[in-house]
C-alpha cells in the first residue's frame, strides 16, 4: 500500500517539474495532458488507499528523517487514515477535474505550461498538507498551497491588479501564519513533540489555559488560510487568477485547509469547548456576512467566492460545535459542486470574452445548453435542495446546531440558506435567461469544448449524488477516528417542520430570485441608492478600511523610514565612512612620491610612533596589574 | 669605574640613532649602506651585552646570525648598487624615483 501512498503524493510533483521543465516555451500541449495522466495517476492512488481504508486499515510511513536535533526529531512521515484519505479523493478528483478542463480553458494563453506547472505544484504541496503526519510537515504544506495560490493569482502577472491580489492574499496568509507557528512552537515546548498521535494522546494533560492558547493561535492560522473574518477580503480579490485556479484553490480544496485542520486537531478542540463556540459563532457571522455581500455584487466570480467564504462560515460552524465529521462532509460535498459552479463560470466568461457582469450577459441557456445545466445543478445542490448533495451536508449542519441547541446560529444559518438560495439563483438567472443583453455588446457567445464539458461531468455527478450516496459509508468510515456524535432530532413532527420547512424557505428564496431576474431587468435606483445597497456593493467597506487603517499609514511609515532614516542617517552613516577613508587616501598619496629618501624618513617615523605605543601600552597596563596588586 | 649593562646599552641606543639619521639624511646609497651597518651592529651590541649579562648564549647567537645576515645582504645590495651605477652612472637618492605611486 506504501507504494499507493508515494504514487499519490509524488505524481503530482512530477507532473509539476516535468512542465516545468518547458516554462519558458509557448505551448505544448503534451504538458498539459501529461500532468494530467499523472493527476489521474494519483487519483487512481487515492482510491485503492480509500479502499483500503474502508476495509479498516490506515497506513503511515516515515519516508526518512528530517530534522534531528537533540530531543526534536521531526520525519518526514506520511499518514492515511479515515480523515486524510478524505481530503486526498476530494483534492485528487477536484484537481484531476480541472487539469483535464484547463487544456481547454488555457489552450490560447502564452502561459499554458507554466500554468500546468504551478497548478501540479498546488496539488503536490496540497496532499502533504493533507496527508502530514505531524503539524511540522502540514505547515509545509500550509506555506506550499500559499506559495502556489500566490503564484496561481498573479498567473497574468502583467496585470497590476493580479499582482496586487496575489501579494494581498500572500501578506495577509502569512499573518495568519505566525499565529499559527506560534501555535505549533506552544505544542512542542509544551509536549515535547509535533506527532499527531503523541500530540493528541497527550494534549488533555496540559493546563486549561494553554490548550486554549494552542487552539485559538492555530485557528487564527485556519482563519487566514479559510478566509475567515477579519481576514477574508484575499478572497474576492482573488478572483483575478485564472478561473479554474479559481475552482480549484479558491473553492475546493485550499481554502478548506482550515477546516481540515480544526478537524484534523480535534482532539485539541474537544478539550476547548468554549473556543470551539467562538469558532462556531464566527462561522456562523462569517457565513451571513458573506452572504450579504454575495446578494448585489455585480461580478460573477466574486459572487461565487462569497458563497465559498459564507460555506466556509458553515463547515466552521459544525467544527465549532464539534460535529468534526459533518464539517468535512460539508467540505467535501461542498468541493464538489462549487468546483462545478466556478469551471461553469469559466465556460460563461470564455463565451462572454471575458465579461464578469452578469448584468451584461442573459439568455445564455440557448447557446450554453450543458453549461446551463451543469451550474443550474450546482446552484440546486448549493441551495440544498433534496435529493442533492447540499441538502444532506448543509441542512446537517442546521440540524447539529439546532440539536446543540444553539438557536441563534440555527436562526443565522437558516436566514443565511435562504440569502445563498437567492444569490445563486440570481446569478442563473441573470446568466441564462431573460433577454441577450449580450447582444448589445456584440457578443456571440459559443460552447466550450466538448472535452472540457465531459471533464466536468464527474463532478456533476458528484454534485447530485455524493450526499445521498456517500453519506452512510463516509460516516462510518469516518467515525473510526473522528467523534462520533450523531444529531437526530428526537422529535419527529419537529424534524420534519424543520426539514420540509427550510426546503420550503430555500424554494421561495429561488422562485423569488427567478422572478425578479429572469425576465427584465429593472434597475431599482431608489434601492441601489440606498445606504444598505451601498453598504453591501461596497463590501461593507472594509476593504477601504483596511486600505486607511493599515496600508496608508504603513506606507506613511515606509515613506518616513526611507527617507528620514535610511537617506539620513544609515546611507549617510555609510557614504561617510567611505568618503573619510576616500579623503585620507587624497591627503595622503603625496606620500609616495617615489623617493627613497622620504620613504625611509616615513620608516623611521612609523618606527617611532610604534616604539611610544608599545611603550605607553607597556606603561598603562603594568600600572593596572600593579595596581590589581 | 666600572662599565655595567648600562653603558653598553647606552653606547647601542647612540650607534642606532646614528644608524637612524644617516638612513634619513643620507643621500648616497652607499652612505645608505653604511648607516644600515651600523643600525644592525647597534642592535648586535645590545645582544651581546644583554647575553653576557644574564649568562644566557642566545643573544650571542643571534648577534652572529646577524652579522652573517648583514654581510649576505650587503653583497646582494652592492651588486645591485653596482649595476645601477653601470647603468646611469649615478648612486644618488633623489635621483631612483621609478617607484613612483
Known amino acids: ?629 | 669605574m666600572e662599565i655595567t649593562l648600562t653603558h653598553y646599552l647606552v653606547l647601542s641606543t647612540v650607534l642606532f640613532a646614528i644608524g637612524l639619521i644617516g638612513v634619513m639624511r643620507r643621500k648616497n646609497l652607499l652612505m645608505l649602506f653604511f648607516a644600515t651597518e651600523i643600525l644592525l651592529n647597534a642592535v648586535n651590541i645590545g645582544m651581546a651585552a644583554i647575553s653576557h649579562y644574564r649568562g644566557d648564549y642566545t643573544g650571542q647567537m643571534f648577534a652572529f646570525f646577524i652579522i652573517a645576515i648583514a654581510a649576505s645582504e650587503v653583497a646582494v645590495g652592492l651588486g645591485l648598487l653596482i649595476v645601477w651605477y653601470k647603468r646611469t652612472g649615478k648612486i644618488d637618492l633623489d635621483q631612483m624615483t621609478s617607484m613612483r605611486g
Request: charged fraction near 10%.
Open chain 1, 1 to 629: 500500500m506504501e507504494v499507493y501512498l508515494y504514487i499519490a503524493l509524488f505524481a503530482p510533483l512530477v507532473g509539476s517539474l516535468f512542465a516545468g521543465l518547458f516554462g519558458a516555451y509557448p505551448k505544448m500541449l503534451f504538458t498539459g495532458v501529461i500532468a494530467s495522466g499523472l493527476l489521474f495517476a494519483s487519483f487512481v492512488s487515492s482510491a485503492i488507499l480509500l479502499n483500503y481504508v474502508l476495509a479498516g486499515h490506515t497506513v503511515h510511513v516515515e519516508m526518512m528523517t528530517w530534522i534531528a536535533a537533540g530531543d526534536l526529531y521531526i520525519p518526514f512521515g506520511f499518514v492515511v487514515d479515515q480523515v486524510s484519505v478524505t481530503m486526498m479523493m476530494v483534492v485528487s478528483v477536484v484537481s484531476t477535474v480541472v487539469h483535464v478542463y484547463s487544456i481547454g480553458y488555457m489552450a490560447h494563453d502564452k502561459g499554458f505550461n507554466r500554468f500546468f506547472s504551478y497548478l501540479s505544484a498546488f496539488v503536490f504541496s496540497m496532499m502533504v498538507l493533507v496527508m502530514s503526519d505531524n503539524f511540522l510537515g502540514l505547515f509545509i504544506g500550509w506555506e506550499g498551497v500559499g506559495l502556489c495560490s500566490w503564484l496561481l493569482i498573479g498567473f497574468w502577472y502583467h496585470k497590476e491588479s493580479a499582482t496586487w491580489a496575489a501579494n494581498e492574499a500572500f501578506i495577509m496568509n502569512r499573518i495568519a501564519d505566525l499565529a499559527m507557528l506560534i501555535g505549533i512552537f506552544m505544542m512542542y515546548w509544551n509536549l515535547g513533540s509535533l506527532q499527531y498521535d503523541v500530540v493528541f494522546a497527550n494534549v488533555a494533560t496540559l493546563p486549561m489555559h494553554i490548550i486554549t492558547w494552542i487552539g485559538i493561535f492555530l485557528f487564527i492560522g485556519a482563519m487566514g488560510k479559510s478566509a475567515q473574518f477579519p481576514l477574508h477580503t484575499w478572497l474576492a480579490d482573488a478572483m483575478e487568477g485564472p478561473t479554474p485556479v479559481s475552482a480549484l484553490i479558491h473553492a475546493a480544496t485550499m481554502v478548506t485547509a482550515g477546516v481540515y485542520l480544526v478537524v484534523r486537531a480535534n482532539p485539541i478542540y474537544s478539550e476547548i469547548p468554549d473556543v470551539g463556540n467562538a469558532i462556531a459563532s464566527l462561522g456562523a457571522f462569517v457565513a451571513m456576512f458573506a452572504a450579504t455581500m454575495a446578494l448585489v455584487n455585480r461580478d460573477m466570480k466574486r459572487i461565487i467566492a462569497y458563497s465559498t467564504l459564507s460555506q466556509l462560515g458553515y463547515m466552521f460552524v459544525a467544527a465549532g460545535l464539534g460535529a468534526y465529521w459533518v464539517a468535512l462532509f460539508h467540505l467535501m460535498a461542498h468541493a464538489f459542486f462549487k468546483a462545478l459552479l466556478f469551471l461553469g463560470a469559466g465556460n460563461v466568461m470564455h463565451a462572454m470574452h471575458d465579461e464578469l457582469d452578469p448584468f451584461k450577459m442573459g439568455g445564455l441557456k440557448k447557446s450554453m445548453k450543458v453549461t446551463w445545466i451543469f451550474m443550474t445543478l450546482a446552484s440546486v445542490a448549493l441551495a440544498g435542495i433534496y435529493p442533492l448533495a447540499g441538502f444532506f451536508s448543509k441542512d446537517l449542519i442546521l440540524e447539529v446546531a439546532f440539536v446543540e441547541q444553539h438557536y441563534i446560529l440555527y436562526t443565522v444559518l437558516l436566514l443565511t440558506a435562504g440569502l445563498t438560495a437567492f444569490y445563486s439563483f440570481r446569478l442563473v438567472a441573470l446568466i441564462f435567461h431573460g433577454n441577450e443583453r449580450h447582444l448589445e455588446h456584440g457578443i456571440h457567445p459559443h460552447e466550450a469544448y466538448s472535452f472540457m464539458l465531459y471533464a466536468m461531468a464527474p463532478l456533476a455527478v458528484l454534485a447530485v449524488i455524493a450526499g445521498m450516496v456517500f453519506k452512510t459509508p463516509y460516516y462510518l468510515m469516518v467515525t473510526n477516528l473522528l467523534p462520533a456524535m450523531t444529531y437526530h432530532i428526537h422529535n419527529h413532527t419537529t424534524f420534519w417542520i424543520m426539514t420540509i420547512g427550510t426546503q420550503l424557505f430555500v424554494i421561495a428564496a429561488i422562485t423569488y430570485a427567478y422572478k425578479k431576474y429572469a425576465k427584465a431587468v429593472k434597475v431599482d435606483k431608489k434601492v441601489e441608492s440606498g445606504l444598505l445597497y451601498q453598504l453591501l456593493y461596497n463590501q461593507y467597506y472594509i476593504p477601504k478600511i483596511y486600505d486607511e487603517v493599515f496600508s496608508k499609514p504603513y506606507l506613511k511609515l515606509s515613506k518616513l523610514a526611507w527617507k528620514e532614516i535610511d537617506l539620513k542617517i544609515v546611507d549617510a552613516t555609510v557614504d561617510g565612512i567611505a568618503n573619510v577613508i576616500y579623503q585620507t587616501g587624497e591627503k595622503t598619496h603625496t606620500m609616495q612620491n617615489g623617493n627613497l629618501s622620504s620613504m625611509l624618513r616615513w620608516m623611521v617615523i612609523g618606527l617611532v610612533v610604534l616604539l611610544v605605543l608599545a611603550v605607553a601600552f607597556t606603561a598603562g597596563y603594568n600600572a593596572v596589574n600593579l595596581q590589581a596588586m
